[in-house]
Structures are given as C-alpha cells and as structure tokens.
C-alpha cells in the first residue's frame, strides 16, 4: 500500500488525528457563539407585539414596563411574569444562565449539586458551573491562540536574525536570552499582580515576554541549517536582499519545526493560564475560568460537580490539542510510513 | 573454475512491488574480477548486498532464484549460518569510508573484533595479525593507527583499513562497492592497485562495483552491465569495450568526455583575480587576536578572457571551491578582484549587489540548489524581478519560457516543483537560473559530480553550446581531470591553497611540468 504524501491526507487517514481535529473545531466554534448556548437573556422576545432581541441589543427595564433604567433582569419575577400573559413570549437559550449570573431563587445553599436548573449545579456564589465552563473554555482557548501567535512571532522574528546573521549577532542574543530567561517568571507575575490591576491583557503580555524563547531556539537551529544550502547561496547571488532570503527561502523551509509545535504550545499556554488562576495569579476575580473553578473545587471538595466537570473539560481538551500535535508531526515527517 | 554462481536472481520491494533485480545471473571465477557497471538505481549495489544477505527483509524480497558459493545456496541459510561466511570467506568493503568505520571506537577495537570472531581469540596474537594486515594494505606506522579513532585518519587511510577489515580473514571472494569514489583522484589508483595486488597474491576473487568506466576497464576481467535491474549486456572486458552490442552499452562508452572546445582566439580580458588569499578562523575565540586561521587559499591570481573557459582542477580540500566563492563575493578574502576592470570587493553593498547579475554561480548538488518549496517558474523568475520589479508577468513568462526551452526542457514544466525532475533535469534548470541573469560569466563548481555518465556528457555538451551561443566565460570547477579538460580551454591545477601549474589545456596533459600533476594524468586515465 502506498502513503498518501499530500500532508491532509497523511494526516486525516489516522482516525485519531482526524476526530481530535473534528471535536477541537465543532467545541471551539460553538464556545465562540458562546452568548447564544450559554445566556440569561432570551435570544428573542416577543412582548406587546414587540420583537426584543435582548442578547444584542440591551433593552432598561423600563422599556418593559418596569421602574428602573438599568438593564432589564430577565430572571426577575417581574418580567418573568410579564412573559406568562398572553400573545408574549420568549425563547431563552439551551443553558439559561450566563458566566456571570447568580441563581437568587436556588433553594439549595451555594455550592449546589446538578439539577434540572444548573445542568452541572453552581459554585459557591451560586453560578452556573456549565455556563462558567463554556465561557471559560472559550477565554482559555482564545487566550492560548493569543499568546501562541504573539510567541511565535517574536520567536520566529529573533530566531531568524539570530540564525541568518550569525556570528556576532548570534553570540550577542543568546547571551542576551540566556540571562533574560534566568529571569524568575512565576516571582515576576507575582510582583506584576500585586502592582497593577490584573487582566488578561498584562497576562498576555507579560507571558510573551518569556514566551519566546522557546520557539525562538529552533527557529535559530534552522536558519543556521538554511543559510548554508545551496539555493540560500544560490539566492544571493541572484542579488536578492536579505530580507526576500529570510522571507522566500529560509522561512518556508523552517516552518517545519515551528508548525509541528504549535498544538504543543497551545496546549501549554492553556496550561499556564489555568495554573495562575489556580493560584489566583491570573485573570481578574470575575472573568470564567477553568483555573479558578479548579482552585473553587480545592476549595469545596465535597462538591465534585465543580473539580469532576472542570477536570474532563481541561483533559478533553488538553488530550484533543496533544493528539493534533502528533498528527501533525507525524505527517510532516517525511521518513515515517 | 566457479566459485559463485547466481541463478535468475529478482528482487522486489515489498512496499511499491517494483522489480529492483530482474532474473539476474551470472558467475565468478575464481581469481577473476567481474566488474558490475550501472548508473544509480541501476541494482549494482543490491547486486552486492543480497550476496552477503544484508538486504532489509521488510523492504526487500527475494522471489526467486539462488546464490551459489562452495556448493550451498546462501539464500537458504540461517541467518547464524550467513554470519560465518560473512567476512571468513565473502567480504564487502563499501564507498563511504566515513561512515562504515564507528566513530566512537578505536581501530584496534573494530579490527580485533573481526579477528576475535573469525580466526584467534587470544589478545596478543589479535594485534601481531591486525599489524600485519596494516602493513600489508600499505599503511605504515602501524601501532600508531591501531591507537587511533577514524577522525583522526584521513579518507585514504580510514579506506585502507577498511580493506583490512575485510581482507584479515582471507576471504575467498571481495564485494568492492564503489570502493574509491569517496576518494580523491590520485589516491583512486593507489587503492585499487592494492586491492588488484592483494586479488592477485591471494588468487581472490572480486566483485567491483562501480560508475566508472575507466576503472573498470582497467581492472575487471569480465564485464556486466546493469540497467533497471537487467543485465543488458556481459562477457570479458575487453570484447565489450572494443565491441559493444547493446546500443545503451554504445552510450555508456560513448559518454567518457571527449574534447568539447576548440582552442580560443579572443583576448580581451574579462576577469582578473590578483593574490587573492582567504582564510578562515578554526578556533571561535571572542577576541580577534586569540583566533587561529585556516589557510584556504593563499595568493591566488588567475585571469579569464572573455569568451574562455578555464578549468580548476584539484582535490577535495585544495581550496578550489572557495575560489569560486570569493569570486562570488560569497566569501571575505584580501587581494582584488577585477571583473570588466571594476574592483569588485571595494563596491558598497547596494552597488555590490547589482553587480551580481554578471557573474554567477552553478553548484554541485542539484538536489540543495533548488528550494523545495517554489515551482520552477518562481525559482526562474525571482531574479529577474528582484532587478526589475516593474517586469509585467507576461514578459516574464516569456523570458522563463524561452529560459527553460534553451536548457532543453518543456515549457509545461514551468509549474512544477523541484522534487518532480531528475538529477539531471535539476542541473538544467540550475544552468536556467544562472542565465536569467544574462551574465557575462558562470561559475560551475563540479556541475557534473553528483550526474550519471550519460547525463553528464548532455550537460556538458549544453554548457558549451550555451557559451558559443551567448559567448560566455566559464570558470570550471572539478576533481575530474577528464571532464576539465574535455571542456576548457587553459586549465590552473590548485594543491594545498595555492595554484601549482597553468597551461594551454593540449600543452598541461601532454607536457605536464609539476610531479602531482602528472600523478593527476596518471590517475585520471587519459591517455
């Protein structure tokens, strides 16, 4: 039997790599439209013969008919109500409950276990543990995406100077990154959170400042390879610029390396998210996130709803990452069969 | 008499079911050489390898036939069995002398390990038996090379000693796979006289492998030629030589370089290199006066007229290519470098760079000259368009076509990748490249190494073609002495960083003044 050798095709004839890819793309573009799943406010509302649609557009309570001009309370018994009378009605999305929405009339002390109003129960302010998951598999994901793209290019970007240049350029920033990843990160974010008001902007910013060495390293090895092949020098002679070189020549030949540890450093980003918000380092106190449902799980080890659902999703989605990563790897390697 | 016998030897491979060896047979005798010619791919070296059993189960599959030695089919025998007759009585000494050795052992280990297994166990005798084997393949100092690890040799020694490993046991039978085209050209012959002499004292028998005509012509005394896993034609030496019946064997013989160029009568100058020297740090000290340099090349001068092609020949090391990269301006060198009376090292880089267009370079390996990631019409088009961005695509595709069609390719190819052509095919659209610039001058450095012997007689025959079509100058960059001069028209023999000899290309082979470039003629077999 011969190999595919189109790289979709190596890759997608492993069921493995295939059904990863499949469920990572349907759970990521579904948590994108996370407001629709996952929200205490109706998709549509139909009131006096009055199309609402409150998920994008926010409507005071007033225009309902209430007293206040703050945002409607669409929970509230007042509207709820309202919605009962004849010819109203609404359609409230699959989890009626957004990250942030605290279930006031839960009959249970907080943290409270699954029912038919929180599929997966509450944590312990009484949110909704699916709509936090939700949300905050969504903000991991985008996060990871974040800090990967910000990674690689900066990584590429010095590894290829470092590489192409060589020589002096190259002693000089590897010293350089030498001492700069000596630098303490974890004591740095620490300082860093205690200083400024944390969010996941400094988050980003100060993980990419560490970020890129990693990637930077290979990026380097396979400059220092490329510069030397024959159509490197070849392009030279062709009096390209250094800049067309890297660009044209080097960089689509090295990609290799930085592609196949893509899925890896997505996976290790989501990692490093929700380790500092385990630790309370991380996001702002709000924000969802599987770290801080991990650390409330610590917290209340009774209630296993809260460490059990943020496990499997952090695993499934850690296990999904892992499998594509190897897919890929697999499938560039030209040498495997 | 016989001593081994094949009887309609195929080879499949398992994986795509293609036919490696197809119903091949043949015999040695015993004190004979049997030289198996081929181009790469043609199944000489599997030939080898499945005598000795070491073909890859798991790739390759014997589907029929037998291999005869001393009365028993090796074929049928255990694989404990075959490991007796391993290096005892058949023994295999291969191309690369690099990479057959172990870096990590010393030669005594690697040489009393065969000694150990096949002949005596005791330790002392172990070393007297591996120091006359030295001695006897022609190495002196000989405990001194016992102490040592392969590094510290060089290719000829590490070669000779693999020949010792595999002649310790006195074996009835040599495999010779390509044993000298690692080598350099004068220790070529030193080697394969020693195996001849050692063949001849022994009354062994030899199979030898090779590309190379010449060497077979001069020591085989029966002939077989492979083609796609065939034998197209056999019998002795000298009858297929002198008589060829197969009209691929025809080709073959007719492919050794014949004179390609008449003598030159335009003078004008075009380049002048006045005592370039070049050398690089060995040691990578921070501070400049703590480095220690390497001597590549050491006051070099040389002209080239236009419309002239100059041969540098050499061997690997005697700094021939960093000559052809300095004059690239690849490299820093000292000294000057006039091409059309214009300094070229002095130009600021802007300059420098739009000097480029009228020199350029063809390297040796078509397989890394090549990016693997653009089509041919971008490798073609991307320096025309870096001098002349404004180019319009159509131009462009005109200029590329009329490009590919002068090198004797299809303009359908045009879109394809490198990976899609043969070695051969690779090297045109190399020489392609190199003319979209409309230089004034080309470098080849040995254009024509990495290429079976018929293909390059065609590139060869396109190199000079291209020249008197564009008039231009070539600087030819070999270790083949045949192929330098079939193809120029003065040649400059470069030793040890520095230029030796120059000549008249007539006037150097037949009236050669300086002993290693008789010893070059000698080896090169040109006469």
Same mark, same amino acid.
């Given at each position: 039997?011969?190999?595919?050798?189109?790289?979709?095709?190596?890759?997608?004839?492993?069921?493995?790599?295939?059904?990863?890819?499949?469920?990572?793309?349907?759970?990521?573009?579904?948590?994108?439209?996370?407001?629709?799943?996952?929200?205490?406010?109706?998709?549509?509302?139909?009131?006096?013969?009055?199309?609402?649609?409150?998920?994008?557009?926010?409507?005071?309570?007033?225009?309902?008919?209430?007293?206040?001009?703050?945002?409607?309370?669409?929970?509230?018994?007042?509207?709820?109500?309202?919605?009962?009378?004849?010819?109203?009605?609404?359609?409230?999305?699959?989890?009626?409950?957004?990250?942030?929405?605290?279930?006031?009339?839960?009959?249970?002390?907080?943290?409270?276990?699954?029912?038919?109003?929180?599929?997966?129960?509450?944590?312990?302010?009484?949110?909704?543990?699916?709509?936090?998951?939700?949300?905050?598999?969504?903000?991991?994901?985008?996060?990871?995406?974040?800090?990967?793209?910000?990674?690689?290019?900066?990584?590429?970007?010095?590894?290829?100077?470092?590489?192409?240049?060589?020589?002096?350029?190259?002693?000089?920033?590897?010293?350089?990154?030498?001492?700069?990843?000596?630098?303490?990160?974890?004591?740095?974010?620490?300082?860093?959170?205690?200083?400024?008001?944390?969010?996941?902007?400094?988050?980003?910013?100060?993980?990419?400042?560490?970020?890129?060495?990693?990637?930077?390293?290979?990026?380097?090895?396979?400059?220092?390879?490329?510069?030397?092949?024959?159509?490197?020098?070849?392009?030279?002679?062709?009096?390209?610029?250094?800049?067309?070189?890297?660009?044209?020549?080097?960089?689509?030949?090295?990609?290799?390396?930085?592609?196949?540890?893509?899925?890896?450093?997505?996976?290790?980003?989501?990692?490093?998210?929700?380790?500092?918000?385990?630790?309370?380092?991380?996001?702002?106190?709000?924000?969802?996130?599987?770290?801080?449902?991990?650390?409330?799980?610590?917290?209340?080890?009774?209630?296993?709803?809260?460490?059990?659902?943020?496990?499997?999703?952090?695993?499934?989605?850690?296990?999904?990452?892992?499998?594509?990563?190897?897919?890929?790897?697999?499938?560039?390697?030209?040498?495997?069969? | 008499?016989?001593?081994?016998?094949?009887?309609?030897?195929?080879?499949?491979?398992?994986?795509?079911? /293609?036919?490696?060896?197809?119903?091949?047979?043949?015999?040695?005798?015993?004190?004979?050489?049997?030289?198996?010619?081929?181009?790469?791919?043609?199944?000489?070296?599997?030939?080898?390898?499945?005598?000795?059993?070491?073909?890859?189960?798991?790739?390759?599959?014997?589907?029929?036939?037998?291999?005869?030695?001393?009365?028993?089919?090796?074929?049928?025998?255990?694989?404990?069995?075959?490991?007796?007759?391993?290096?005892?009585?058949?023994?295999?000494?291969?191309?690369?002398?690099?990479?057959?050795?172990?870096?990590?052992?010393?030669?005594?280990?690697?040489?009393?390990?065969?000694?150990?297994?096949?002949?005596?166990?005791?330790?002392?005798?172990?070393?007297?038996?591996?120091?006359?084997?030295?001695?006897?393949?022609?190495?002196?100092?000989?405990?001194?090379?016992?102490?040592?690890?392969?590094?510290?040799?060089?290719?000829?020694?590490?070669?000779?000693?693999?020949?010792?490993?595999?002649?310790?046991?006195?074996?009835?039978?040599?495999?010779?796979?390509?044993?000298?085209?690692?080598?350099?050209?004068?220790?070529?012959?030193?080697?394969?006289?020693?195996?001849?002499?050692?063949?001849?004292?022994?009354?062994?028998?030899?199979?030898?492998?090779?590309?190379?005509?010449?060497?077979?012509?001069?020591?085989?005394?029966?002939?077989?030629?492979?083609?796609?896993?065939?034998?197209?034609?056999?019998?002795?030496?000298?009858?297929?030589?002198?008589?060829?019946?197969?009209?691929?064997?025809?080709?073959?013989?007719?492919?050794?370089?014949?004179?390609?160029?008449?003598?030159?009568?335009?003078?004008?100058?075009?380049?002048?290199?006045?005592?370039?020297?070049?050398?690089?740090?060995?040691?990578?000290?921070?501070?400049?006066?703590?480095?220690?340099?390497?001597?590549?090349?050491?006051?070099?001068?040389?002209?080239?007229?236009?419309?002239?092609?100059?041969?540098?020949?050499?061997?690997?090391?005697?700094?021939?290519?960093?000559?052809?990269?300095?004059?690239?301006?690849?490299?820093?060198?000292?000294?000057?470098?006039?091409?059309?009376?214009?300094?070229?090292?002095?130009?600021?880089?802007?300059?420098?760079?739009?000097?480029?267009?009228?020199?350029?370079?063809?390297?040796?390996?078509?397989?890394?000259?090549?990016?693997?990631?653009?089509?041919?019409?971008?490798?073609?088009?991307?320096?025309?368009?870096?001098?002349?961005?404004?180019?319009?695509?159509?131009?462009?595709?005109?200029?590329?076509?009329?490009?590919?069609?002068?090198?004797?390719?299809?303009?359908?190819?045009?879109?394809?990748?490198?990976? /899609?052509?043969?070695?051969? /095919?690779?090297?045109?659209?190399?020489?392609?490249?190199?003319?979209?610039?409309?230089?004034?001058?080309?470098?080849?450095?040995?254009?024509?190494?990495?290429?079976?012997?018929?293909?390059?007689?065609?590139?060869?025959?396109?190199?000079?073609?291209?020249?008197?079509?564009?008039?231009?100058?070539?600087?030819?960059?070999?270790?083949?002495?045949?192929?330098?001069?079939?193809?120029?028209?003065?040649?400059?023999?470069?030793?040890?960083?520095?230029?030796?000899?120059?000549?008249?290309?007539?006037?150097?082979?037949?009236?050669?003044?300086?002993?290693?470039?008789?010893?070059?003629?000698?080896?090169?077999?040109?006469?």
């Amino acid at each position: 039997m011969s190999m595919p050798s189109n790289f979709w095709d190596k890759f997608l004839i492993n069921k493995r790599n295939k059904y990863s890819l499949l469920i990572f793309i349907v759970l990521f573009v579904l948590s994108l439209f996370a407001e629709i799943i996952s929200n205490d406010k109706p998709i549509v509302l139909m009131m006096d013969d009055k199309i609402y649609f409150p998920i994008v557009i926010s409507y005071t309570d007033k225009e309902f008919g209430g007293y206040f001009d703050t945002e409607a309370d669409y929970k509230d018994e007042f509207i709820t109500s309202r919605l009962k009378e004849e010819s109203n009605w609404a359609i409230f999305p699959i989890n009626p409950h957004s990250y942030d929405s605290i279930n006031i009339s839960q009959s249970t002390p907080n943290p409270a276990s699954p029912s038919s109003h929180n599929y997966l129960g509450t944590d312990d302010r009484g949110r909704d543990v699916l709509a936090r998951l939700i949300y905050g598999f969504r903000l991991s994901v985008l996060f990871a995406f974040a800090l990967t793209a910000i990674g690689i290019i900066i990584g590429i970007f010095f590894g290829a100077i470092q590489g192409y240049f060589a020589g002096r350029v190259d002693l000089f920033m590897q010293r350089f990154i030498e001492i700069w990843s000596s630098m303490p990160e974890l004591y740095i974010l620490i300082i860093f959170s205690s200083l400024f008001e944390p969010s996941i902007f400094l988050l980003i910013v100060l993980l990419s400042l560490f970020g890129w060495m990693s990637l930077s390293d290979y990026v380097r090895a396979e400059f220092l390879k490329g510069r030397n092949m024959e159509y490197v020098i070849a392009a030279r002679t062709l009096g390209l610029s250094n800049t067309k070189i890297i660009l044209k020549h080097i960089l689509p030949n090295s990609m290799v390396s930085v592609i196949t540890f893509l899925p890896f450093r997505i996976s290790g980003a989501i990692l490093i998210l929700t380790s500092l918000d385990f630790l309370g380092l991380g996001v702002p106190p709000d924000t969802p996130s599987l770290g801080e449902l991990l650390a409330q799980g610590k917290e209340n080890i009774e209630a296993w709803w809260l460490s059990l659902s943020t496990f499997l999703v952090l695993v499934g989605t850690l296990l999904m990452l892992i499998f594509i990563g190897e897919g890929i790897r697999e499938s560039l390697d030209s040498r495997s069969s | 008499m016989k001593i081994l016998e094949i009887k309609n030897l195929t080879i499949v491979n398992k994986n795509t079911n /293609q036919i490696l060896l197809d119903n091949i047979s043949f015999i040695l005798d015993k004190g004979s050489t049997l030289g198996i010619v081929g181009e790469s791919g043609s199944g000489k070296t599997l030939t080898g390898l499945s005598i000795l059993g070491l073909l890859d189960k798991s790739v390759f599959e014997i589907t029929q036939g037998s291999i005869i030695y001393d009365g028993i089919n090796i074929l049928d025998l255990s694989e404990d069995e075959i490991q007796k007759i391993r290096t005892k009585s058949i023994s295999i000494v291969f191309q690369e002398p690099m990479l057959s050795l172990n870096p990590v052992q010393k030669i005594s280990t690697q040489l009393s390990e065969v000694i150990k297994l096949h002949i005596d166990d005791n330790p002392l005798s172990q070393n007297s038996i591996a120091q006359d084997i030295l001695v006897k393949t022609g190495l002196d100092n000989t405990q001194k090379i016992l102490d040592s690890y392969p590094h510290m040799l060089s290719g000829g020694q590490r070669q000779r000693i693999m020949i010792a490993i595999a002649l310790v046991c006195n074996p009835d039978i040599l495999i010779a796979d390509e044993p000298t085209t690692a080598l350099d050209v004068t220790l070529q012959l030193q080697i394969l006289e020693l195996l001849n002499g050692i063949k001849q004292e022994k009354n062994m028998s030899m199979v030898l492998i090779s590309h190379d005509l010449d060497l077979i012509k001069n020591y085989a005394d029966k002939v077989i030629i492979l083609k796609n896993g065939m034998i197209l034609e056999e019998g002795l030496t000298s009858k297929v030589f002198s008589q060829p019946i197969n009209s691929y064997t025809k080709d073959l013989i007719a492919s050794s370089p014949q004179k390609l160029v008449s003598e030159n009568c335009e003078s004008s100058r075009l380049l002048n290199i006045e005592s370039v020297s070049c050398k690089f740090p060995i040691n990578n000290a921070f501070f400049s006066k703590n480095r220690k340099y390497f001597t590549a090349l050491e006051n070099v001068s040389l002209y080239i007229n236009s419309g002239e092609t100059i041969g540098l020949v050499g061997e690997s090391g005697s700094g021939k290519t960093t000559l052809g990269l300095s004059i690239m301006q690849l490299l820093n060198y000292s000294g000057s470098i006039y091409l059309d009376n214009l300094e070229l090292s002095s130009l600021p880089s802007k300059q420098l760079r739009e000097s480029r267009c009228d020199y350029q370079i063809v390297f040796q390996d078509p397989y890394s000259s090549l990016s693997p990631r653009m089509t041919i019409f971008e490798i073609l088009s991307e320096g025309i368009i870096s001098f002349n961005s404004n180019i319009s695509k159509r131009e462009l595709l005109r200029i590329c076509s009329e490009l590919i069609k002068e090198v004797g390719l299809e303009r359908s190819m045009l879109y394809r990748y490198p990976h /899609q052509f043969s070695g051969g /095919q690779r090297q045109r659209i190399a020489i392609a490249r190199a003319l979209s610039m409309k230089p004034k001058l080309i470098i080849f450095d040995e254009p024509t190494s990495a290429l079976d012997v018929i293909v390059q007689k065609n590139i060869l025959k396109l190199i000079v073609d291209l020249q008197k079509k564009h008039s231009l100058s070539y600087c030819f960059i070999s270790h083949d002495l045949k192929v330098i001069s079939s193809i120029s028209h003065r040649i400059y023999v470069i030793k040890d960083s520095r230029i030796i000899e120059t000549n008249n290309t007539d006037e150097l082979i037949s009236n050669p003044q300086n002993d290693y470039t008789k010893k070059l003629i000698e080896s090169s077999f040109i006469v």
